[in-house]
């Protein structure tokens, strides 16, 4: 897939020659399909990571202004295409967390690129804040909106609110809920709330400090 991909963007470059209009949205239509593909295909291998016990936790102290900066900018693009805005507000940059980095970011891109994708004007708000133990991140944005019926299901494997919809947005169905059990591995909780056609806001609670638990791998499914 990667190979198709590669291609179709050098011949789109031109590298391989002059394209006819008819190529060039044949050539498109291969990339976007590509890439719709090489998302499925990696959501479920980290579905079926998980659920096999092989995603084992990287704990390390990782500064949260660090984290932050890394996901900021690489949403950027996307929320500059749109028109819309971006503003992150933390406690303190300093501020230490004994987690898995890796699996923070993915947590947080997925809310942020949800939030990009399900909006069409205004902005997307990143609220970070802390208590004793605990550190809670609020993705907030104007868009869509969830209704409440659909408010448990969006966490379920593969589900889309309204289809036809979805289609126009693109995705897999699978983003939140691999964010739900990566923010399980690492002891926290997520959930949303939403008033439709408004806006959604994402909560994630994480320990400020993870600790990976017993019964994390390796272990054996049998069923
Ligand atoms: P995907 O984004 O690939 O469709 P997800 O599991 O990330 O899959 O999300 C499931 C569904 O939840 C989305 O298809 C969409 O209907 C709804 N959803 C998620 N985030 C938002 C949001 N910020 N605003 C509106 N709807 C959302």
Redesign the pocket.
């Known amino acids: 897939i990667n190979a198709l991909i590669g291609y179709a963007s050098l011949m789109l470059d031109r590298i391989y020659g002059d394209l006819t209009p008819r190529q060039e949205e044949g050539l498109n239509r291969i990339q976007g399909a590509a890439q719709h593909l090489l998302a499925l295909i990696n959501d479920i291998l980290d579905l079926a990571k998980i659920e096999a016990g092989r995603m084992p936790l990287h704990l390390d102290d990782v500064a949260l202004g660090e984290i932050m900066t890394e996901i900021s900018q690489q949403i950027e693009p996307m929320v500059k295409k749109k028109q819309l805005t971006l503003s992150v507000e933390l406690p303190s940059k300093d501020l230490k967390l004994h987690t898995d980095r890796t699996k923070v970011k993915q947590i947080l891109l997925?809310l942020l690129s949800?939030?990009v994708?399900?909006t069409h004007h205004g902005g997307i708000w990143v609220t970070v804040s802390r208590d004793e133990e605990d550190l809670r991140f609020d993705v907030r944005?104007t868009?869509?909106?969830?209704r409440e019926v659909d408010l448990e299901s969006?966490w379920e494997d593969f589900?889309?609110?309204?289809q036809s919809r979805?289609r126009e947005?693109g995705?897999?169905?699978?983003?939140?809920?691999i964010t739900r059990k990566l923010v399980d591995a690492l002891g926290g909780h997520v959930f949303a709330e939403?008033v439709y056609g408004k806006g959604?806001t994402?909560t994630v609670i994480l320990p400020l400090r993870s600790v990976v638990r017993p019964d994390d791998p390796p272990r054996i499914i049998d069923e």
């Open positions: 997925n949800n939030a994708k399900f944005d868009g869509i909106g969830i969006i589900r889309q609110v309204d979805t947005f995705g897999t169905g699978l983003g939140l809920s939403s959604s994402f």
